[in-house]
């Protein structure tokens, strides 16, 4: 039997209607992962401080990830509920993805600086100092990535200026990371424990920044597969 006409509209309709949807929830995931870079400053900022509680600023942070990944459960099963209908699912799913690892990447910063503090390693100012621009450098990233996708459905010209700013800061971030890591290396050079925890704490933030970038590459796919 012939397919009704009535249906194609539909059809699109409901495929418009989720990727929206989707739009919004990955947008709040991005919120939570902001939620959870300014969180990760403050421990940075407090780390010397002889009286502050980084247990307790650590905690802050574990728990904001908890509502990432509930949040990232929940929009991968609307997702995956959804691909049948909706043509640009599979790269909401990449998206989502990256946003998830990018939570576990701020928390595994999180923790290695407490690791730090309850062992006693003392990180000199211009590393805090360091950690804390690549951070702020990254929250740039992140409200280029979530205007981006607020953007979407709007004009994709908007979208593509967006990204740019997005790919110029994590190739910002990857001189600074290969700068400051060798500078490391020299201060720390007799200070083994440090060492490798600062050299973890530098490559989990160069990896935030890449999966940042890997997020607008698969926005700026989406929005190139659209009509300008």
Same mark, same amino acid.
């Given at each position: 039997?012939?397919?009704?006409? #009535?249906?194609?509209? *539909?059809?699109?309709?409901?495929?418009?209607? !989720?990727?929206?949807?989707?739009?919004?929830?990955?947008?709040?995931?991005?919120?939570?992962?902001?939620?959870?870079?300014?969180?990760?400053?403050?421990? *940075?900022?407090?780390?010397?401080?002889?009286?502050?509680?980084? &247990? @307790?600023?650590?905690?802050?942070?574990?728990?904001? @990830?908890?509502?990432?990944?509930?949040?990232?459960?929940?929009?991968?099963?609307?997702?995956?509920?959804?691909?049948?209908?909706?043509?640009? !699912?599979?790269?909401?799913?990449?998206?989502?993805?990256?946003?998830?690892?990018?939570?576990?990447?701020?928390?595994? !910063?999180?923790?290695? *600086?407490?690791?730090? $503090?309850?062992?006693?390693?003392?990180?000199?100012?211009? !590393?805090?100092? /360091?950690?804390?621009?690549?951070?702020?450098?990254?929250? /740039?990233?992140?409200? #280029?990535?979530?205007? %981006?996708?607020?953007?979407?459905?709007?004009?994709?010209?908007?979208?593509?200026?967006?990204?740019? $700013?997005?790919?110029?800061?994590?190739?910002?971030?990857?001189?600074?990371?290969?700068? #400051?890591?060798?500078?490391?290396?020299?201060?720390? %050079? &007799?200070?083994?424990?440090?060492?490798?925890?600062? @050299?973890?704490?530098?490559?989990?933030?160069?990896?935030?920044?890449?999966?940042?970038?890997?997020?607008?590459?698969?926005? $700026?796919?989406?929005?190139? #597969? $659209? @009509?300008?």
């Amino acid at each position: 039997m012939p397919e009704d006409a #009535s249906d194609v509209p *539909m059809s699109e309709e409901s495929s418009a209607l !989720v990727e929206i949807t989707a739009i919004e929830e990955i947008v709040n995931i991005t919120r939570i992962i902001h939620d959870e870079l300014v969180e990760l400053v403050e421990m *940075m900022k407090k780390y010397s401080e002889e009286n502050s509680d980084i &247990g @307790k600023l650590y905690e802050r942070i574990r728990n904001i @990830k908890n509502k990432g990944e509930e949040n990232y459960l929940r929009v991968m099963q609307y997702l995956v509920k959804s691909s049948e209908i909706a043509l640009y !699912v599979p790269i909401y799913i990449n998206i989502v993805r990256h946003l998830d690892r990018i939570i576990q990447q701020v928390d595994a !910063v999180a923790y290695r *600086m407490y690791l730090a $503090r309850e062992n006693k390693v003392i990180i000199e100012r211009g !590393v805090l100092e /360091t950690f804390i621009k690549l951070v702020e450098l990254e929250k /740039t990233q992140l409200e #280029s990535v979530e205007e %981006a996708l607020s953007k979407l459905k709007v004009s994709s010209k908007i979208v593509l200026e967006k990204l740019e $700013r997005v790919f110029n800061v994590e190739e910002e971030i990857d001189t600074i990371f290969r700068k #400051s890591l060798f500078e490391v290396y020299g201060k720390y %050079a &007799g200070y083994i424990p440090a060492l490798l925890l600062l @050299k973890d704490i530098f490559e989990h933030l160069e990896e935030i920044s890449d999966l940042l970038k890997n997020v607008g590459e698969e926005i $700026r796919y989406l929005a190139l #597969s $659209r @009509k300008p």
